[in-house]
């Protein structure tokens, strides 16, 4: 007599039976990277009520994730620089492929997967030669590497696609760093940040800023359903930091937002709302959330809050987390903190 396992992977294959989806994980609105008490690390699934649906044991500390566009599956990165990164069915907590970067490479913590959900796409640094890669991973294959290409820099970090296609978008922060020298900076002087548009391996443009502002890392990524980019930066210079939050449209000049309050020198996170009307970005070292009229490149508000990094997008609002456990929404009362020390991103599905 079939067994029951067959029975249902025999109704799948045939087709009758639906493929799973994100709401057989729990719903999650949101993925999320955390430390435990006891000194583990975990990705979390939260739903739109800001409840944690699933917490899966990780083997080091997270930094993002990128969730499968139509599959319960989602890619763990290890936090810069990491050789690692787990693709978790989210519905069973198992692991379903481990990524391990080539020889001589490491990944930057970010990936993005094609519209159709067949490729993934990952940062990663060449060490050795000093240049910025994309890897590509065949899903359907089972996550096999099958490609890379030129990322347009040095130090690729976040990667995002552009709505309606397969257009990337990658920052490279400009940042040449080797293992044997852990997290130091090895290029300062001479780094070149800039913000490069890629489809089918083409360069389609690149934008750099201006040279006195060439110590400003181009970092992470945001994207709005017009195609804009909003990108936050890390300043590497001395003095005051310029301007850390930038937007921009392919074939336009980019815009730069200056804030009211002191930042530290460094954006953590960055989100655009829904109707891409207002930027939000965060500073765990200035413990500020700042948010900016995207039509006006003005600043707008800003919210303190100890230790924020994660932000992202909600319904007519965004959803923060922080180090000392808090996920709320920015214009809601403040939550009891959780037993989680939220890492850098929160990513929303």
Same mark, same amino acid.
């Given at each position: 007599?079939?067994?029951?396992? +067959?029975?249902?992977?025999?109704?799948?294959?045939?087709?009758?039976?639906?493929?799973?989806?994100?709401?057989?994980?729990?719903?999650?609105? !949101?993925?999320?990277?955390?430390?435990?008490?006891?000194?583990?690390?975990?990705?979390? &699934?939260?739903?739109?009520?800001?409840?944690?649906?699933?917490? *899966?044991?990780?083997?080091?500390?997270?930094?993002?994730?990128?969730?499968?566009? $139509?599959?319960?599956?989602?890619?763990?990165?290890?936090?810069?620089? %990491?050789?690692?990164?787990?693709?978790?069915?989210?519905?069973?907590?198992?692991?379903?492929?481990?990524? +391990?970067?080539?020889?001589?490479?490491?990944?930057?913590?970010?990936?993005?997967?094609? @519209?159709?959900?067949?490729?993934?796409?990952?940062?990663?640094?060449? !060490?050795?030669?000093?240049?910025?890669? /994309?890897?590509? =991973?065949?899903?359907?294959?089972?996550?096999?590497?099958?490609?890379?290409?030129?990322? &347009?820099?040095?130090?690729?970090?976040?990667?995002?696609?552009?709505?309606?296609?397969?257009?990337?978008?990658?920052?490279?922060?400009?940042?040449?760093?080797?293992?044997?020298?852990?997290?130091?900076?090895?290029?300062?002087?001479?780094?070149?940040?800039?913000?490069?548009?890629?489809?089918?391996?083409? /360069?389609?443009?690149?934008?750099?800023?201006?040279?006195?502002?060439?110590?400003?890392? /181009?970092? +992470?990524?945001?994207?709005?359903?017009?195609?804009?980019?909003?990108?936050?930066?890390? =300043?590497?210079?001395?003095?005051?930091?310029?301007?850390?939050?930038?937007?921009?449209?392919?074939?336009?000049?980019?815009?730069?937002?200056?804030?009211?309050?002191?930042?530290?020198? !460094? *954006? %953590? $996170? *960055?989100?655009?709302?829904?109707?891409?009307?207002?930027? @939000?970005?965060?500073?765990?070292?200035?413990?500020?959330?700042?948010?900016?009229?995207?039509?006006?490149?003005? !600043?707008?508000?800003? /919210?303190?809050?100890?230790?924020?990094?994660?932000?992202?997008?909600?319904?007519?609002?965004?959803?923060?987390? $922080?180090?000392?456990? *808090?996920?709320?929404?920015?214009?809601?009362?403040?939550?009891?903190?959780?037993?989680?020390?939220?890492?850098?991103?929160?990513?929303?599905?």
């Amino acid at each position: 007599m079939t067994n029951r396992r +067959h029975f249902i992977a025999g109704m799948l294959a045939s087709g009758l039976v639906p493929a799973p989806t994100w709401a057989d994980a729990g719903g999650p609105a !949101y993925l999320a990277a955390a430390g435990l008490r006891d000194g583990s690390f975990v990705l979390c &699934g939260i739903d739109a009520a800001l409840e944690v649906v699933f917490e *899966i044991p990780l083997p080091g500390r997270g930094h993002a994730a990128a969730a499968h566009p $139509s599959k319960p599956q989602a890619v763990a990165f290890a936090r810069r620089p %990491g050789n690692f990164a787990l693709v978790i069915d989210c519905m069973s907590g198992r692991v379903k492929a481990t990524l +391990h970067a080539p020889e001589g490479r490491h990944f930057y913590g970010h990936g993005a997967f094609s @519209a159709d959900g067949s490729l993934l796409y990952t940062t990663e640094n060449d !060490y050795a030669n000093g240049i910025g890669r /994309i890897g590509v =991973w065949d899903v359907a294959l089972g996550y096999v590497r099958v490609d890379e290409f030129a990322s &347009g820099g040095v130090g690729p970090h976040d990667i995002k696609r552009l709505p309606g296609g397969d257009t990337l978008v990658v920052a490279n922060g400009g940042i040449d760093t080797h293992p044997d020298s852990g997290r130091a900076k090895l290029n300062i002087p001479t780094m070149r940040p800039n913000l490069t548009y890629i489809n089918d391996r083409r /360069i389609l443009e690149q934008i750099e800023l201006p040279y006195d502002m060439h110590r400003n890392s /181009i970092r +992470h990524l945001a994207v709005g359903s017009d195609g804009r980019v909003a990108f936050g930066m890390q =300043w590497q210079g001395d003095g005051d930091a310029p301007a850390l939050v930038g937007l921009h449209q392919q074939g336009e000049t980019p815009l730069l937002l200056d804030g009211a309050e002191d930042m530290h020198g !460094y *954006i %953590g $996170s *960055i989100a655009l709302s829904d109707d891409g009307s207002e930027i @939000a970005v965060t500073s765990p070292r200035a413990g500020l959330v700042q948010v900016f009229d995207a039509a006006t490149a003005s !600043y707008t508000r800003s /919210i303190a809050l100890t230790d924020v990094c994660g932000v992202a997008a909600a319904p007519e609002d965004f959803v923060v987390t $922080s180090g000392t456990g *808090i996920v709320q929404r920015l214009s809601g009362r403040l939550n009891p903190e959780k037993p989680l020390m939220w890492d850098n991103h929160l990513v929303r599905l």
